[in-house]
Each structure stands twice: as C-alpha cells, then as structure tokens.
T-cell receptor, first 114, second 114 residues
Framework: AQSVTQLGSHVSVSEGALVLLRCNYS??????LFWYVQYPNQGLQLLLK??????LVKGINGFEAEFKKSETSFHLTKPSAHMSDAAEYFC????????????FGSGTRLSIRP | EAGVAQSPRYKIIEKRQSVAFWCNPI?????LYWYQQILGQGPKLLIQ????????DSQLPKDRFSAERLKGVDSTLKIQPAKLEDSAVYLC????????????FGPGTRLTVT
C-alpha cells in the first residue's frame, strides 16, 4: 500500500525566501508522485508530477521537486517565494497500476510574510 | 476548455436529511472521481468511475452514500441520511485514460451538517 507523510502542517516564509515543503512516501513498487496546490475555496491544481523519468521535475509557477529514492522523499522547492504562493499544498502518490488511484497527504499550508 | 463543474457550491442541512451533489466532468474525460476532504486533511477517494462503470468504491460508506454516472458523463453523489461527521468538501475530478495520471478538479461542494 502507498502512503505519503508531509512534514509540517504549516510553513511560513518571507517573501523572496526559499520555499521548502517536505514529503516522504512509502510504496512497495516504484511510485508515481505528485504535488497539488489548493487555493482558498478552489479545487486542487496539479503543480508537477514524477513518473519515473527525470528525477528533478519542474512544474508551474517556478516550483520544482526532486525524487530521491534513497531517502524516499519528494520535497517541493521554489527559490523565491511570492505572496501569490500562499495556499495549501498536497503531496500525493500512486502505484501507477490500479487505474490511477492517488493517495493524498494531509497537506501543508504555506504562508508568505511581507 | 471548460473545467469540471460542480453544484451546489455550498449546502447546509440538518443531520438525518438527505443531500445530492452534481458533477459535470471535462468533455471527453472517461474517468471521474469523487473525493471527500475533511477540514485539515487531504482528499480521500470515495469512488472512481471509468465511463459508467465503478472502478473503485472501497472507501464509500455504502450504507449512506451512493453515486451514479449515467451515460458515462455527469455524476451524482448522494448522502442519505447525513451525519455530523459528513461535514466536508466534496470534490469531483476527471481525467483522460491516457496514463498521464493528471486529474482535473472542480471547485468542490462545501457541506455543513448541523
């Protein structure tokens, strides 16, 4: 069975600072990994995904994530935070086999300080 | 391209009443998902359809929840009777059957059970 753990339910950074949101996964097979963003009162939007190609994945809005098998991690980063990045971020995992069923983490709320 | 549509956006009911949510996926998307997102948690898959067949309903509380997808397009999720713990946002998502694993989410329906 697959699962994800997001470390830190709330992260606060200053505008212009590095954003680092942590995600560790558990999977018995090579996983597919995702980061989604959710703005207030909206649905989720895919930021980026890892599907066994390049380990460094670039997404929308300047975000990227690196798949590290040895650490079972898929942390999300952005070099310079913008006020518009304030949102809830979800890491998710799929085994890539069971008709694209995705398991979501509990989320990390990102706040940006002016 | 129109996104995933959901209605209503908000619903308040008393416990033991019934409620129904509607979802219209992106045109051409064969796979449709219903998720339950309780405050402070990640989305949890309730049911997944491919065309008008059920792929996974293992986490659907079948004693009170039901869902259908007639004609393989629109879908309805019903709760009868509602309990206090059903208060949540109900998200609908859709995807192509192309191995991309990209799910597109609607804005959700926020249900409050009093």
């Amino acid at each position: 069975a697959q699962s994800v753990t997001q470390l830190g339910s709330h992260v606060s950074v200053s505008e212009g600072a590095l954003v680092l949101l942590r995600c560790n996964y558990s999977s018995s097979v090579p996983p597919y990994l995702f980061w989604y963003v959710q703005y207030p009162n909206q649905g989720l939007q895919l930021l980026l995904k890892y599907t066994s190609a390049a380990t460094l994945v670039k997404g929308i809005n300047g975000f990227e994530a690196e798949f590290k098998k040895s650490e079972t991690s898929f942390h999300l980063t952005k070099p310079s935070a913008h006020m518009s990045d304030a949102a809830e971020y979800f890491c998710a995992v799929s085994d890539g086999s069971s008709a694209s069923k995705i398991i979501f983490g509990s989320g990390t709320r990102l706040s940006i300080r002016p | 391209e129109a996104g995933v549509a959901q209605s209503p956006r908000y619903k308040i009911i008393e416990k033991r009443q019934s409620v129904a949510f509607w979802c219209n996926p992106i045109s051409g998307h064969a796979t449709l998902y219903w998720y339950q997102q309780i405050l402070g948690q990640g989305p949890k898959l309730l049911i997944q359809f491919q065309n008008n067949g059920v792929v996974d309903d293992s986490q659907l509380p079948k004693d009170r929840f039901s869902a259908e997808r007639l004609k393989g397009v629109d879908s309805t999720l019903k709760i009868q009777p509602a309990k206090l713990e059903d208060s949540a946002v109900y998200l609908c998502a859709s995807s192509l059957v192309d191995g991309s694993y990209e799910q597109y989410f609607g804005p959700g329906t926020r249900l409050t059970v009093t």
